[in-house]
């Protein structure tokens, strides 16, 4: 719905300080419910990665058991060392807000997708979705970003840093190319 999500630079800015994220920071969104089909390995990996490589980041994952009291997401999360660049957002009924505060949104998803919600939103709020080829994912990103290929973990990696290197104006032409092919 376009009435709800879309780009606001003052949701930013109030969600990233009612988290405590600067500006340099980059804020990563991990929204789905926990499920092995969502493939939370590979992302804690993905942070690993980034995490090695003094990568400033923060990542806020959200959706159903997404919580403390989950002892199994808990336990993976202290495996790979993370606890102190990731924040547990549980369920969210207003998560609109949260993708204008993201610098990226991350599916790791392994299976079973059809067309995820979460990477129309994405591209509607003009966060830049990071995307397994599950599902339709593919038929949108496979057209703009020729990344997916190869070992998961290295692509979105080496995709942030690709990102990173682009100015204002070429990561706008990405977002504008996404919305114009969903």
């Known amino acids: 719905n376009s009435k709800l999500f879309y780009y606001n630079e003052r949701w930013k800015k109030k969600y990233r ?19 092995k089909q969502k ?25 159903e058991n997404i919580t403390k009291s989950n002892k199994d997401l808990i336990k993976k999360i202290k495996y790979y060392h993370l606890s102190e660049y990731i924040i547990l957002a549980g369920a969210r009924k207003k998560i609109n807000y949260l993708y204008s505060a993201l610098d990226y949104s991350v599916s790791t998803s392994l299976y079973g997708e059809g067309f995820q919600n ?15 080829k599950a599902g339709d994912a593919k038929f949108i990103l496979n057209k703009i970003i020729d990344t997916f290929h190869g070992d998961m973990q290295n692509d979105y990696v080496n995709f942030i840093y690709k990102i990173e290197k682009l100015n204002v104006n070429e990561k706008s032409k990405i977002i504008n190319s996404l919305k114009d092919l969903s």
């Open 118 to 132: 979460t990477l129309l939103e994405s591209i509607a709020t003009e966060t830049l979705p990071l995307y397994s």
């Open 17 to 35: 300080k009612f988290l405590n994220i600067d500006d340099k920071t980059k804020l990563i969104g991990f929204i789905n419910r926990y499920d």
């Open 39 to 63: 493939n939370f390995d590979v992302f804690f990996e993905i942070l690993t990665s980034l995490k090695k490589d003094n990568y400033k980041f923060k990542a806020i994952l959200c959706g």
